[in-house]
């Protein structure tokens, strides 16, 4: 037991290395500057190379040791070549970040089919996939490893009325008991598995709801009577990620001002 340790050495990622789905904007990209910031060596991934390009160029400018592998984290040969080339880059991966996804709206019985497989491939099959890549080439083998899954707490209980994303939801609750099962079953091999639940942050992804509800509104039903901003999600990723949190596993921590203590989410 290394007691003796100050809480600064605990957080310090000086030495880990990170490969971060999404990574290119929103709050996936705040999440490798947390990372990168403390320390670790960064791979940030996502479609669009012109939107990596501008998110590697902003990490190398603060100082971090970053890269990008464009890839469709839906799309299972993409996942493969994407932990092939991350692997390459970084020798091992230390910290997994699962945060690509998407969302639909529609109201539930005109769901198209083919827009809630494309929302559960990326956002429950992806997070699969990676883990399973991640786990079996660098994480098993050394018997450590973290993986960090981006739920919401759209997958904790139902939505407000403004809100059709029935997809969505079920993909989030469905992440939230990956995250569970993984921490348990691979827990013995030095694996720990924990989720965050972000609520509102303002991203391309809530921009519709955000301009149709007013950011306001929605800040005004917060406990904190904010939505989130671009520093909200560094603090627990770096705990999930350090050894700060080495003794948390299979937990779902929501960041949302305190919206899902109100429902008991």
Same mark, same amino acid.
């Given at each position: 037991?290394?007691a003796?340790?100050?809480?600064?050495?605990?957080?310090d990622?000086?030495g880990?290395?990170a490969?971060?789905?999404?990574?290119?904007?929103?709050?996936?990209?705040?999440?490798?500057?947390?990372?990168?910031?403390a =320390?670790?060596k960064?791979?940030?991934?996502?479609?669009?190379?012109g939107?990596?390009?501008?998110?590697v160029?902003?990490?190398k /400018? @603060?100082?971090?040791?970053?890269?990008?592998?464009?890839?469709?984290? =839906?799309?299972?040969?993409?996942?493969?070549?994407?932990?092939?080339? /991350?692997?390459?880059?970084? =020798?091992?991966?230390?910290?997994?970040v699962n945060?690509?996804?998407?969302?639909w709206?529609?109201?539930?019985?005109?769901?198209?089919?083919?827009?809630?497989?494309?929302v559960?491939?990326?956002?429950?099959?992806?997070?699969?996939?990676?883990?399973? @890549?991640?786990?079996?080439?660098?994480m098993?083998?050394?018997?450590?490893?973290?993986?960090?899954?981006?739920?919401?707490?759209?997958?904790?209980?139902?939505n407000?009325?403004?809100?059709?994303t029935?997809?969505?939801?079920t993909?989030?609750?469905?992440?939230v008991n990956?995250?569970r099962?993984?921490?348990?079953?691979?827990?013995?091999?030095?694996?720990?598995?924990?989720?965050?639940?972000?609520?509102?942050?303002?991203?391309?992804?809530?921009?519709?709801?955000?301009?149709m509800v007013g950011?306001e509104?929605i /800040?005004?039903?917060?406990?904190l009577?904010?939505?989130?901003?671009?520093?909200?999600?560094?603090?627990?990723?770096l705990?999930? /990620?350090?050894?700060?949190?080495?003794?948390i596993t =299979?937990?779902?921590?929501?960041?949302?001002?305190?919206?899902?203590?109100q429902?008991g989410?």
């Amino acid at each position: 037991m290394n007691a003796s340790r100050k809480v600064q050495q605990l957080f310090d990622l000086t030495g880990k290395t990170a490969l971060v789905t999404g990574g290119s904007r929103g709050l996936g990209l705040q999440m490798a500057f947390a990372l990168g910031e403390a =320390g670790a060596k960064v791979v940030v991934s996502s479609r669009k190379e012109g939107d990596l390009q501008e998110a590697v160029a902003a990490l190398k /400018a @603060a100082g971090i040791d970053a890269s990008y592998v464009a890839a469709d984290a =839906g799309k299972p040969e993409d996942i493969a070549r994407l932990a092939d080339e /991350a692997l390459a880059r970084l =020798g091992e991966i230390d910290i997994l970040v699962n945060n690509a996804g998407a969302t639909w709206g529609a109201p539930a019985q005109d769901h198209p089919l083919e827009a809630w497989d494309k929302v559960m491939n990326l956002n429950v099959r992806g997070y699969f996939l990676l883990a399973q @890549a991640v786990a079996k080439r660098s994480m098993i083998p050394r018997k450590q490893g973290r993986i960090i899954n981006v739920a919401s707490i759209a997958g904790l209980g139902g939505n407000p009325p403004f809100m059709q994303t029935i997809a969505y939801n079920t993909s989030k609750g469905a992440v939230v008991n990956f995250t569970r099962a993984l921490a348990c079953e691979w827990g013995h091999l030095g694996i720990r598995v924990n989720a965050i639940a972000p609520g509102f942050f303002p991203s391309k992804m809530t921009a519709g709801i955000l301009s149709m509800v007013g950011e306001e509104t929605i /800040a005004n039903h917060s406990p904190l009577l904010r939505v989130g901003d671009d520093e909200d999600l560094k603090g627990i990723t770096l705990l999930f /990620a350090s050894d700060a949190g080495k003794h948390i596993t =299979g937990q779902i921590m929501a960041v949302d001002g305190g919206v899902s203590a109100q429902t008991g989410g």
